[in-house]
């Protein structure tokens, strides 16, 4: 990955979504393989609570049937979907990004792409696909000098990460690891970066707070 | 007829040994690192990627020498032909080119008379498209392509999944290495730089070539950008930064044609280009790649006259001959045109991409008589090649080594030397006989090899 | 020159062909030039040695005003080498281009004259005859082959006729876009490449330029395309409208 300070607005802008829609992505999968073997025996409703936090309603008559859903019905927070955008993002700054990450990236995608029609993806298969997105994060982190490119893809992954335990376990206390991540990284972005402080039983203001914070790193207009 | 030399059986030999199985890899590779062009079907945005074809075109050390020479030699003149169009036009005043093929064609841009592009290069990088002639066993050039010539991303990329799919042969063979092209583009930035940082203009994530505009993007240590990112202050570049500062460019290298460049100065209704770029062309404050208006020297009208161009010029023999050519717009040309139409290829100077050629030998007589009423009432339009009965590679076609027609695009980067990249874009056709070997007609790519002394 | 929008626009960016060539034996005494908003706007000639004015008005505005105040001076014309081969304004352009058959077989062209002056005179007389002067035509851009099917227009569209017909006679004809007096909004006239010198005929009014003085050329070119007086960008999903007021006043 190049090592450069030049990103405009709208590179900064995909950057921040290919991280969160990799994060996203990641434990959106990662959840429902939880919830698909929860199906299986224990808790047939298992996988329509998860959805629903998200917006999003799933019907299923079986485990397999949710795991199809959840990879890709029609609805806005489907795997191929999450992986579609994170692709889109990834391909709008390819120059950004190393063979290996963008490879990573796009081969997701394929994964997932290819198995739309024929119903065959197994949870297997699915848990295979996800270790792609730990290498994604590896290949990140792994680096010895963090490019200003880096530091906006994991800016994007922690500002997702704080979103997405909000809305699934809407508890304050772990996110403060994040909050602490996502505060150096916005401090290392921006120079009025706002510290992010989540408070205890207000998700509505802690979500407007982290909207408010996101928004000030990137100017969009000179 | 197929080529053939030692190096193809020492290819043979070796390629024979390696596990074929591999060949999945490429596959494999060009999927996961998107290797694609898209393309609209039906309506229907499609990426596709590219057919390839393992065996390689190998081309001799000495070979490569001579072919350096000639393309250096071509694009010198081509450039100083481009700096005398928009300067004094002497070639002109010296009666080597008839007015009429310079102020006819629309890729003439008089607005930019006079405008000089730093350094004095317009011909920043150029793709020229060869075949190899199986009478007389010489190259020949069919095209040259100053605008935006694309492509060389593909052979660029294909070779690094091939040294690690089958080292082997890297190892048997002497290769030359091919991944200097990167470095011949940013030295070449480097040379031709007012000042700022460079960038590669792209029209955006749909044109056809997007994956090759991050890909030279990335390689060459520019920023990929599209127009958004960019805007014009008091005759300067700049670069939107996401901090709120600007960041001046010095170098954009435009994958988009001078139509779009600038809404106030070309198409009004360009959605793609950057408004009033051209001031800060004028002003000298960024180098164009390639320079605004260089469609008039790869006119295939002009293209007739590249070897006097080099005789006027640099006052040499062209080194590489260009294909019989024949310009019914001459009286004696169009007379032999007309008497021989039937065996020649004919090519409408307005069109690309293997669009608006006919095959004389492939019409019926009724066929024939339109094609010559219409030259005989639009003579400049047209110009007349003999057919090149240009060389097969061998090429594996389902599990079958057959013979396929194959050009051959080089790129010559010019910077502050004149340097031919020693890799290529060889085209092939897929199917047998076929000579229209344009990605757009179906074509397939192969890597280009050239041997080491 | 004004331009008025509906709604405020920002990043007005703006390429202007509005000041006096000179280039065509104009001298410039002395000159102020007011762009709204432009703090230091770059001046340039184009190919066609006609100069620009461009820079951008980054604020928001609803007006846009340019002025220009000059003392001129007309100079005598000199036989001068042009360094752009006059050849350019004898190929077909975008706007003028014609079959050469229907232009001959639609009018009764003249097959002898005297001198380049006069066939040049009788073309423009031409033109001013089989054109029906109207400004209730809607879009801009006619060509010459619409033209001829309806020999209705503005001085724009006179202009591109009189210069497809010279340059049927092989004479290099150019289109000039300028003022003149007792025209309130910008005019179109033509010049011939005649013995060496460009000469200005004015196909609306049927006389030549000299004898009807002044008209000041802003622009020439081939034709309309290449001489636009006002080129804009500017971000705001808004209307516009163009109006140039000339005023000429021949000093004593």
């Not at chain 2, 004389?360 to 010559?372: I, N, P, T, V």
């Not at chain 3, 920002?10 to 703090?39: C, D, K, N, W, Y």
């Not at chain 3, 910008?186 to 005929?201: F, P, T």
Request: overall charge negative.
């Amino acid at each position: 990955m190049a090592i450069s300070l030049y990103l405009s607005p709208r590179m900064a802008d995909a950057l921040v979504w290919l991280g969160r829609y990799q994060q996203r992505l990641e434990t959106l999968g990662k959840e429902t393989l939880v919830q698909f073997d929860a199906i299986i025996d224990r808790n047939p409703d298992a996988g329509k609570v998860l959805f629903a936090k998200l917006g999003s309603q799933l019907d299923y008559a079986c485990a397999t049937q949710f795991l199809h859903e959840a990879c890709y019905g029609q609805h806005g927070a489907s795997l191929l979907m999450l992986s579609a955008q994170a692709r889109e993002n990834a391909i709008t700054i390819r120059d950004l990004l190393s063979d290996s990450l963008f490879g990573s990236v796009n081969s997701v995608y394929h994964a997932l792409k290819a198995q739309e029609n024929n119903a065959s993806l197994d949870a297997y298969q699915l848990a295979q696909l996800l270790t792609e997105i730990e290498y994604f994060w590896g290949r990140l982190s792994t680096r010895l000098v963090k490019s200003r490119s880096a530091q906006f893809i994991l800016f994007g992954q922690s500002l997702e990460m704080i979103d997405l335990k909000m809305r699934l376990y809407g508890e304050v206390d772990t996110l403060l690891e994040d909050a602490h991540q996502l505060n150096l990284y916005g401090s290392q972005l921006s120079e009025n970066w706002q510290t992010f402080e989540p408070i205890h039983h207000n998700q509505y203001q802690n979500m407007n707070s982290l909207q408010a914070c996101a928004s000030n790193i990137i100017h969009y207009d000179l | 007829m197929l080529e053939n030399n030692a190096t193809y059986n020492q290819f043979f030999d070796l390629f024979q040994q390696q596990d074929h199985a591999r060949l999945a890899g490429f596959d494999d590779f060009m999927q996961r690192q998107g290797v694609t062009f898209n393309l609209y079907k039906n309506d229907q945005f499609i990426e596709q990627t590219f057919p390839f074809d393992a065996i390689p075109r190998i081309i001799a050390a000495d070979e490569f020498a001579h072919l350096s020479r000639g393309l250096e030699q071509r694009v010198g003149a081509l450039n100083a032909f481009l700096n005398d169009i928009y300067g004094e036009q002497k070639i002109i005043k010296a009666g080597i080119i008839p007015p009429d093929f310079v102020f006819g064609s629309k890729a003439y841009l008089p607005a930019f008379h006079g405008c000089r592009a730093p350094q004095d290069i317009r011909t920043h990088i150029s793709g020229l498209d060869l075949v190899k002639d199986s009478v007389s066993n010489e190259w020949l050039i069919l095209e040259d392509n100053l605008r935006v010539p694309s492509g060389a991303s593909y052979p660029l990329s294909i070779r690094r999944a091939y040294r690690q799919l089958f080292p082997q042969l890297f190892e048997k063979m002497p290769i030359a290495p091919s991944d200097n092209y990167g470095h011949l583009l940013s030295s070449m930035y480097e040379h031709v730089n007012p000042g700022g940082i460079s960038v590669v203009l792209s029209p955006g994530r749909l044109n056809s070539a997007f994956y090759e505009h991050g890909y030279l993007a990335r390689i060459s240590d520019a920023r990929l950008v599209t127009n958004s990112d960019l805007f014009v202050d008091n005759n300067v570049l700049y670069l939107k930064s996401f901090n709120g500062k600007r960041i001046r460019v010095g170098v954009v290298y435009r994958r988009l044609d001078d139509d779009f460049l600038d809404p106030l100065n070309f198409h009004s209704d360009s959605m793609i280009g950057v408004p009033n770029l051209m001031s800060v062309y004028r002003a000298g404050n960024v180098a164009l790649l390639n320079a605004v208006g260089n469609g008039i020297a790869d006119d295939k009208g002009i293209y007739y006259f590249v070897p006097k161009m080099i005789r006027y010029y640099l006052g040499e023999e062209p080194i590489l001959s260009n294909a019989p050519t024949y310009l019914p717009w001459f009286e004696d040309d169009r007379k032999f045109v007309l008497e021989n139409l039937h065996k020649l290829v004919i090519k409408d100077v307005a069109e690309a991409g293997g669009y608006g050629v006919l095959f004389g030998s492939k019409l019926s007589q009724q066929q024939l008589a339109d094609l010559a009423a219409h030259i005989q009432a639009e003579p400049r339009r047209f110009i007349a090649q003999e057919l090149i009965e240009f060389y097969d590679i061998p090429t594996q076609v389902d599990g079958q080594i057959v013979p396929r027609k194959s050009d051959l695009r080089m790129y010559i980067v010019h910077g502050k030397d004149i340097t031919v990249w020693a890799g290529g874009l060889t085209r092939f056709a897929r199917e047998a006989g076929n000579y229209l070997v344009n990605s757009s007609q179906g074509g397939g790519f192969k890597d280009t090899w050239i041997m080491g002394a | 020159m004004t331009l008025a929008f509906n709604a405020p626009v920002r990043h007005h960016q703006f390429m202007l062909r509005l000041l006096p060539r000179i280039a065509s034996g104009i001298v410039v005494q002395s000159q102020q030039l007011m762009v709204t908003g432009e703090h230091d706007a770059g001046r340039f000639y184009d190919g066609f040695s006609n100069r620009l004015i461009c820079g951008q008005a980054i604020e928001a505005h609803r007006d846009f005003h340019v002025s220009y105040q000059a003392k001129l001076k007309r100079a005598t014309p000199t036989k001068q080498s042009s360094d752009m081969l006059t050849a350019v304004y004898l190929a077909p352009s975008k706007l003028t281009q014609c079959d050469a058959k229907r232009l001959s077989s639609w009018l009764e062209l003249p097959s002898i004259y005297d001198n380049g002056m006069a066939l040049a005179q009788a073309l423009s007389h031409l033109v001013y005859q089989r054109m029906t002067y109207s400004t209730g035509t809607t879009h801009t851009e006619h060509t010459v082959s619409e033209l001829i099917d309806n020999p209705v227009g503005v001085c724009q569209d006179y202009a591109h006729l009189l210069i497809a017909l010279l340059r049927y006679y092989l004479i290099p004809a150019r289109y000039v876009a300028g003022i003149a007096q007792g025209e309130g909004q910008s005019h179109a006239w033509v010049e011939a490449w005649i013995d060496g010198l460009w000469i200005g005929l004015d196909p609306t009014h049927d006389c030549w330029v000299h004898d009807k003085d002044p008209y000041i050329a802003f622009a020439v070119g081939r034709d309309f395309s290449d001489c636009p007086l006002n080129s804009g960008a500017f971000s705001g999903n808004v209307t516009h409208t163009l109006s140039i007021q000339a005023q000429l006043t021949p000093s004593s």
